[in-house]
Nanobody, 115 residues
Framework: QVQLVESGGGLVQAGGSLRLSCEAS????????MNWYRQAPGKQRELVAA???????NYADSVKGRFTISRDNAKNTVYLQMNSLKPEDTAVYYC?????????WGQGTQVTVSS
């Protein structure tokens, strides 16, 4: 059974930075695409960034140039570096492996950006 544990969320002022981490267990981490999603109050969960096993990345338009996803296969960990944060980035951020419908999810970590 796959387990994902996120950390690194918190409260930050607009323009600030945070780095989220997600440690995976129970899967062949190095072979899987890893995803970060977020869900703001009253909104649908949306894909923020993804990274394939080969290191190819994909970002939502709203975070391009500000967020960077990376992975350390030796540590079974995926990261999301978030810079130039905006109030509209406020959400619960979830780590995901295996996709939106059939994948596994972490418990989520709250990111709050104050103006």
């Amino acid at each position: 059974q796959v387990q994902l544990v996120e950390s690194g969320g918190g409260l930050v002022q607009a323009g600030g930075s945070l780095r989220l981490s997600c440690e995976a267990s129970g899967s062949i981490f190095s072979l899987d695409t890893m995803n970060w999603y977020r869900q703001a109050p009253g909104k649908q969960r949306e894909l923020v960034a993804a990274i394939t096993s080969g290191g190819r990345t994909n970002y939502a338009d709203s975070v391009k140039g500000r967020f960077t996803i990376s992975r350390d296969n030796a540590k079974n960990t995926v990261y999301l570096q978030m810079n130039s944060l905006k109030p509209e980035d406020t959400a619960v951020y979830y780590c995901n492996i295996g996709g939106f419908v059939f994948g596994s999810w972490g418990q989520g970590t709250q990111v709050t950006v104050s103006s």
